[in-house]
């Protein structure tokens, strides 16, 4: 049975790419265990500075696999829930990992594909990447926080359309409605990824990891609630090692070396 995610390393990004061409990368139940399993992987191992999160074979993905979900018709709703809760669990999975997590799309990022893809921290797709909110085509509802991700950059009557055509809509419409970060020409997604994630590789971890939980929290959190967030976390950051390290070298006018941190174990002081 081949691997539900290939893996490799470019430099310190570590590309995780879903497998399953002959099905368009369609979710598998070993794809929900396995891409979680990757990112705490990541998480822990202090050489590796992002991840790319793209699809095998021209296609990011199709959702979830249609065969799977009609058998769960005979399931009880408890029973159906828990099955659900796989792909939100993966979902969680990516927005909680502190390391940069980069979606590359090329082809069909459909349904639960668009979740993955926009539950990413930044995303890179080619023009002609079609992205599409398909669950009313086959009488469902959207799942995997595709209404949260959409309802941050578009209107409510944009996402009713979205969600109730289930129309296939282009990179470059995503990307005129600000979901996207770097529109490419067609076979250019993951390469173009790669090079975002390494620019930022190399940065402060514990403070990216920082700011990815204020941009995550800033689309819904009232203005006193970010500004103790925002709080907390500066005063966390300026106990830290790596602002020591930061700042003495704005100071010194030289380049930093976070990764000197890594490999020395940095601390945080309270």
Same mark, same amino acid.
């Given at each position: ?21 002959? +099905? ?17 992987? #990541?998480?822990?191992?202090?050489? $590796?500075?992002? $991840? ?9 993905? +199709? ?27 993966? $979902? ?15 082809? +069909? ?15 890179? #797709? ?66 173009? #990824?790669?090079?975002? +994630? ?12 920082? $700011? ?59």
């Amino acid at each position: 049975m081949n691997e539900p995610i290939l893996v490799h390393r470019d430099g310190p990004v570590l590309v995780l790419s879903n497998n399953n061409p002959a +099905a368009r990368n369609a979710l598998t139940p070993d794809f929900y265990t396995a891409l979680p399993e990757r990112l705490a992987y #990541a998480q822990a191992d202090p050489e $590796i500075g992002a $991840i790319v999160l793209t699809g095998i074979g021209g296609t990011f993905c +199709a959702g979830g696999d249609l065969n799977r979900l009609a058998s769960r018709r005979t399931m009880t709703p408890p029973a159906r829930r828990r099955n659900l809760e796989a792909l939100h669990d993966l $979902i969680r999975a990516i927005q909680n990992c502190s390391k940069p997590v980069i979606a590359a799309v090329e082809g +069909a990022a459909a349904g639960a594909g668009l979740s993955i893809a926009l539950a990413c921290d930044m995303l890179v #797709a080619a023009r002609d990447a079609s992205f599409s909110v398909a669950y009313v085509k086959v009488g469902l509802t959207p799942d995997g926080g595709a209404t949260a991700f959409l309802s941050e950059f578009v209107s409510r009557q944009v996402l009713t359309e979205l969600c109730l055509t289930g129309e296939r809509i282009s990179g470059e419409r995503l990307h005129s409605l600000g979901a996207i970060n770097c529109l490419v020409d067609t076979g250019e997604a993951c390469s173009v #990824a790669i090079a975002l +994630a390494t620019s930022t590789a190399n940065g402060p971890q514990r403070a990216m990891g920082r $700011i990815k939980e204020l941009c995550r929290h800033a689309s819904w959190a009232t203005l006193e609630e970010q500004l103790e967030l925002e709080a907390r976390h500066m005063v966390q950051s300026l106990g830290d090692d790596e602002a020591a390290e930061g700042i003495s070298a704005f100071l010194a006018k030289r380049p930093t070396d976070f990764s000197r941190l890594r490999q020395n174990g940095a601390k945080t002081r309270c």
